[in-house]
């Protein structure tokens, strides 16, 4: 069998380890250039689920380059107001020393990219298929194309893939934008970080809509293009920014950094002087969207897998640690022979259970009303 993935993110990349594993034929179309291509250097929550589905499908030596190049494990998950007075806490064991707890996007990527040079292919933008009477036929935006017996969409929230199979599924944008940010942890840094920052996941919140994230990123192994950082990421509506999006989107890193700063001026000295240590240039803003109900599809030979079925806001910690049970999933379905509907309707309904969990947490995080 031959199975060509659309898109080298975490979901298709797991997955295309998953398969090579089993012996199946894969190929990898990611349509940016190069791995360093985007900013992508924030922290991504790994849980149980997305760490056993990583232990199913991983080689041996590339489970253990992701162990290595993740994060030192934390187990706090904390809020606080905006003075810094905690409003709850809840502690998580860690399983032992080769746990993964968090990993840094870029880091991870790489890692789960072991061993597969030969089957990555960047520069690939997916426009398009045509179901034929042997498999799929696959257009890319260079006039390019290829064939396949399975055609796997990997490709994240905008999917094109999705686009072509579901054209009907709306994305909603929830009105909530946030703007990375990170704080190398230099040992000036740690003398001023709150204990709680240091140790995990912290979210502050200043009761007006207005908030910010702040979680360690402490390698066990970096990655040679940075070090040890604390991520911080503010996030409000437009009108709690105060910031349009037409402008919000065109602001240099500096001026979105100096919009963090004029946001939190009023909050405690620790988050104040935090802020003010932080790395203006590698700030970026995000919009947040999600759908409401995961659709379905009728397809032989194309599927889906991740924010390309069931994208969802980061209000769960749930997405990528989703995309990889999915990649698990489709794993086990396609080196079984079992039909691709099966592992559609697993999809389908344990998507909908997060996006719906996270759609509640949003409302919750963000004081926002998402329409359904
Ligand atoms: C800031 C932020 C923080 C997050 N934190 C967490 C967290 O703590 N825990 C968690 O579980 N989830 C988190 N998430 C969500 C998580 O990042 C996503 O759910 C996860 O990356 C989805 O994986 P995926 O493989 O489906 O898609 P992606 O990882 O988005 O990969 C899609 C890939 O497809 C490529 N692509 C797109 N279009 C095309 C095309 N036409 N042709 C070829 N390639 C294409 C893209 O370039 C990309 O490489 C966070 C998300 C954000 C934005």
């Known amino acids: ?20 594993k089993a012996g199946v034929e894969v190929t990898v179309y990611e349509r940016d250039p190069s791995p360093r291509y985007r900013k992508q250097g924030y922290r991504i929550h790994i849980s149980p689920v997305g760490e056993e589905a990583l232990a199913a499908m991983l080689p041996d030596a590339v489970r253990r380059r992701v162990i290595a190049t993740a994060t030192r494990p934390g187990d706090l998950v904390a809020g606080f107001d905006a003075q810094l007075n905690q409003q709850f806490e809840q502690l998580y064991p860690v399983s032992g020393p080769d746990a993964v707890t968090s990993v840094d996007r870029y880091a991870f990527r790489r890692a789960l990219m072991t061993g597969l040079d030969d089957v990555l292919r960047f520069g690939k933008q997916f426009t398009s298929y045509a179901e034929t009477a042997d498999g799929v036929e696959i257009a890319f935006a260079d006039g390019t194309s290829a064939t396949a017996d399975v055609l796997v969409g990997a490709d994240g929230v905008g999917s094109r893939v999705r686009g072509q199979v579901v054209p009907s599924l709306d994305v909603v944008d929830i009105g909530v934008r946030c703007i ?58 437009n009108a709690v920014l105060g910031v349009p999006d037409e402008k919000l989107f065109e602001l240099p890193a500096t001026e979105l950094w100096a919009l963090v700063a004029r946001s939190v001026g009023e909050w405690h000295p620790a988050i104040r002087a935090l802020v003010d240590v932080g790395e203006a240039e590698a700030a970026f803003p ?11 599809w009728s397809s032989a030979c194309v599927t889906l897998l991740g924010d390309a079925v069931h994208p969802m806001t980061p209000a769960a910690g749930a997405g990528a640690n989703t995309a990889l049970w999915d990649a698990a999933r489709l794993t086990r379905a396609l080196t079984s022979g079992e039909d691709l509907a099966a592992y559609q309707q697993e999809v389908v309904a344990k998507g909908q259970a997060i996006v719906t969990e996270s759609l509640q947490n949003a409302e919750r995080m963000f004081n926002v009303s998402i329409a359904a």
């Open 1 to 20: 069998m031959k199975v060509a993935i659309m898109g080298a993110g975490i979901g298709g990349l797991a997955l295309a380890q998953g398969l090579r």
């Open 180 to 237: 990375y940010g990170k704080v190398p942890l230099t040992p000036a840094v740690r003398e001023i970080a709150p204990e709680s920052f240091l140790r995990g996941f912290c979210f502050v919140s200043d009761g007006s809509g207005l908030g910010a994230a702040f979680a360690p990123v402490v390698f066990r192994e970096p990655p040679a293009e940075y070090g040890d950082y604390l991520m911080a990421v503010l996030t409000g509506t």
């Open 286 to 296: 995000i919009t947040l969207r999600t759908c409401i109900t995961v659709p379905t």
